[in-house]
């Protein structure tokens, strides 16, 4: 298994002029490697370009406001956060404009007022997605074994689930991934959880049986 300062050469390598400067996934999982690294410039500047490639790609912002924070540049980190946070809301995205509100707030900066996207039809209205906080159709079994397809099972909606897997194969085809090598299924995997919502700390009590 790549440590991550081999995970952030690889995606380094992927985003040089010379190979695909325009992959806005890779500028996110180089993004996400640096923050995990603790080079939190880096990290913003990554995620950043990410954004600017794909505006749409809310987790961005968040990941970015985040990393600005943690560099102690708190004027931009608000503009970044703003910015995505009206993203997050247009697109349906709970989990990171909770996220990114939470963030403004202790920044001691407005969140933003934002017209309420209005849900589509759901086949009963009884089940809500926890990723969109909207109605729509329960999956009829988990999407594969263990703790976390069981989650997902209990929490994300088909339609969600689905938006997922075209997301997913985006991922694959623009990092080039090989799901029968350990390291691109982890790839793949902390792409899933990042889009679906779970956090490392969710993930951990999923795992632990807790």
Same mark, same amino acid.
């Given at each position: 298994?790549?440590?991550?300062?081999?995970?952030?050469?690889?995606?380094?390598?992927?985003?040089?002029?010379?190979?695909?400067?325009?992959?806005?996934?890779?500028?996110?999982?180089?993004?996400? /490697? +640096?923050?995990? #690294? &603790?080079?939190?410039?880096?990290? @913003?500047?990554?995620?950043?370009?990410?954004? !600017?490639?794909?505006? %749409?790609?809310?987790? /961005? +912002?968040?990941? #970015? &406001?985040?990393?600005?924070?943690? @560099?102690?540049?708190?004027?931009?980190?608000? !503009?970044?956060?703003? %910015?995505?946070?009206?993203?997050?809301?247009?697109? &349906?995205?709970?989990?990171?404009?909770?996220?990114?509100?939470?963030?403004?707030?202790?920044?001691?900066?407005?969140?933003?007022?934002?017209?309420?996207?209005?849900?589509?039809?759901?086949?009963?209205?009884?089940?809500?997605?926890?990723?969109?906080?909207?109605?729509?159709?329960?999956?009829?079994?988990?999407?594969?074994?263990?703790?976390?397809?069981?989650?997902?099972?209990?929490?994300?909606?088909?339609?969600?689930?689905?938006?997922?897997?075209?997301?997913?194969?985006?991922?694959?085809?623009?990092?080039?991934?090989?799901?029968?090598?350990?390291?691109?299924?982890?790839?793949?995997?902390?792409?899933?959880?990042?889009?679906?919502?779970?956090?490392?700390?969710?993930?951990?009590?999923?795992?632990?049986?807790?």
């Amino acid at each position: 298994m790549l440590d991550i300062n081999q995970r952030i050469a690889q995606f380094e390598t992927m985003v040089r002029p010379e190979a695909d400067p325009n992959n806005d996934m890779a500028w996110f999982s180089l993004g996400s /490697a +640096y923050a995990q #690294a &603790g080079r939190h410039v880096d990290a @913003a500047k990554a995620l950043i370009r990410c954004f !600017e490639l794909n505006p %749409a790609m809310s987790k /961005a +912002y968040q990941l #970015a &406001g985040k990393a600005l924070i943690d @560099a102690g540049d708190k004027e931009q980190a608000g !503009e970044v956060l703003t %910015a995505g946070y009206k993203i997050a809301a247009g697109k &349906g995205d709970l989990m990171p404009r909770k996220a990114m509100g939470e963030m403004l707030e202790q920044l001691g900066l407005p969140v933003p007022t934002v017209q309420e996207r209005q849900p589509g039809p759901a086949t009963d209205g009884s089940f809500v997605c926890f990723r969109t906080g909207r109605p729509g159709r329960q999956m009829t079994r988990p999407p594969f074994k263990g703790p976390v397809g069981q989650w997902i099972f209990e929490h994300i909606s088909q339609q969600t689930f689905d938006e997922w897997i075209k997301q997913g194969t985006k991922v694959i085809n623009e990092l080039r991934l090989d799901l029968s090598r350990d390291e691109d299924s982890l790839t793949y995997d902390r792409h899933m959880r990042d889009y679906l919502g779970i956090d490392e700390a969710l993930l951990v009590k999923l795992e632990s049986g807790a």
